[in-house]
């Protein structure tokens, strides 16, 4: 995690790979949703044909001797695919201008939980400070580590220095990567007969040949790239954050409009819709036909509402107003909750009919918690809190608890909440007896996290709220700059 943040000499010292011109960059932000889409449309055919014709069309890349040697460690049976954007201009991108070098405009981090039980998309701001690792070119050659912004490791050794950078950053193991240029974003949006999209006034950008009516409308490919790649037209403050959470509503609409019934009763649509990704994306070798079925597979249960987009906390950098620098202290639990998103247990036990002398566990809605955290690890006690609170428990109180090292998680009830304890203890994973609190507050529950931690059951480490966030299914309209 060392060198996010350096002094401004070292950031100058490292020379920027070839880039294009400042007003003709892309940002192609939109098109991650698009393989996440075309996987949940996956998820929803049973004819293997369908497969295997899909498969076909695909560019594979052995990228498996570009990698570090010291990666992070897989802690579960997560997924973790990194989504690439790039502004190539060679083959068919040539008439969006000339090819200057080619990069990486978009980085996405789309982590799926064991099971399809949610899937959240990490942006990375493309003017990100960064220490970026060495890395190692196609032909073997290396280049140094070196401080610089974050898509400069596109242009340096392609989509494995990328891989390397964000596993450095975020200690969280990938697994898979897909890339997408601009003509295959066109040709996959215009595929899905348009996107929805919501603009708060007309809009009209000559550079980016895009005229708009104000509200809400449905856009096709060429209108769709003029909308994520904007920066004049007076959407938001021009920035590449204020245009993050635009694109991110943009790609919340393109979920919905995959996952729709009407596109999923089309068999002509759904086809079109799903040669057209087929033909746009490069993924590595080891994204394997098998390995995408078993992906669609775990995706049948997951709906746009358990789809989030959220932008890694950033902070100002100091020797540059036009550039961030990732907020360690607010990126961490983040991070930190995705690395440890545990497999979903079985199903849960039934409870015996009779306990707690008698009587049945309290429900969630009419049990008071109170969390608390005996570990080291900050942030702990809020994301369980946080997770409680989803499943209808009333949260009264986060705090810290100092306790030895060796003392494990604990619930505790004061007088009359033994119904209450029973219902938290069947939410957590491998929970402990509650105890009896004499001096406790009447009618609460406390919880105090251990040395062995806590795990709700059926949702994975608790993720910490993100200011910002946007989940799939929610309206276009809504927070849209």
């Not at 902070?315 to 540059?320: G, V």
């Amino acid at each position: 995690m060392e060198g996010l943040v350096t002094s401004e000499r070292e950031a100058t010292r490292a020379a920027p790979p070839p880039s294009p011109a400042h007003d003709r960059r892309w940002r192609l932000l939109g098109w991650a949703s698009i393989v996440l889409s075309a996987l949940m449309v996956l998820a929803s055919l049973t004819a293997y044909g369908f497969y295997r014709s899909v498969n076909g069309a695909i560019e594979r890349d052995n990228i498996d001797d570009q990698l570090a040697a010291d990666r992070p460690e897989k802690l579960n049976n997560s997924l973790n695919i990194l989504l690439l954007g790039s502004d190539s201009r060679e083959g068919d991108n040539k008439r969006f201008g000339s090819d200057q070098g080619g990069g990486s405009d978009t980085t996405i981090l789309m982590h799926i939980s064991p099971g399809g039980e949610r899937a959240i998309g990490i942006s990375f701001p493309r003017d990100s400070m960064v220490q970026i690792p060495e890395c190692k070119k196609k032909d073997g050659t290396r280049v140094p580590s070196q401080f610089g912004q974050l898509n400069w490791a596109y242009s340096f050794a392609g989509p494995a220095c990328t891989w390397n950078l964000i596993e450095s950053l975020t200690d969280i193991r990938i697994d898979h990567y897909a890339e997408i240029d601009m003509s295959g974003f066109i040709e996959v949006v215009d595929a899905l007969g348009g996107v929805e999209i919501c603009v708060p006034k007309p809009i009209r950008d000559p550079k980016a040949d895009l005229v708009l009516k104000k509200g809400r409308q449905v856009v096709m490919g060429k209108q769709a790239i003029g909308y994520v790649r904007t920066r004049t037209g007076g959407l938001g403050d021009g920035s590449d954050l204020s245009r993050i959470k635009r694109q991110q509503a943009f790609m919340g609409s393109v979920v919905k409009k995959a996952t729709s019934s009407g596109l999923l009763k089309d068999p002509a649509r759904t086809y079109a819709f799903l040669q057209a990704v087929a033909k746009a994306v490069k993924v590595d070798d080891r994204l394997t036909l098998g390995t995408m079925q078993k992906l669609a597979a775990s995706l049948r249960g997951l709906s746009a509402g358990k789809v989030t987009f959220v932008t890694v906390p950033v902070t100002a950098y100091p020797a540059d107003k036009n550039r961030v620098q990732i907020d360690m202290a607010r990126a961490k639990p983040l991070f930190d909750a995705i690395r440890e998103d545990n497999e979903l247990p079985p199903e849960e036990p039934k409870q015996p009919a009779r306990q707690n002398g008698g009587q049945p566990p309290a429900k969630p809605a009419e049990t008071k918690v109170a969390v608390y955290n005996g570990t080291t690890t900050d942030g702990l006690g809020q994301r369980t809190a946080d997770g409680l609170a989803e499943q209808g428990f009333q949260i009264v109180k986060v705090g810290t608890k100092q306790q030895s090292a060796d003392i494990p998680t604990r619930i505790l009830y004061g007088p009359g909440a033994e119904r209450q304890a029973a219902a938290l203890a069947a939410k957590l994973q491998a929970a402990p007896q509650p105890t009896a609190f004499p001096s406790g507050r009447p009618g609460l529950v406390y919880l105090i996290i251990g040395k062995d931690g806590v795990r709700l059951r059926g949702t994975g480490t608790p993720l910490p709220k993100i200011a910002g966030e946007r989940r799939a299914d929610q309206d276009v309209c809504s927070q849209t700059t």
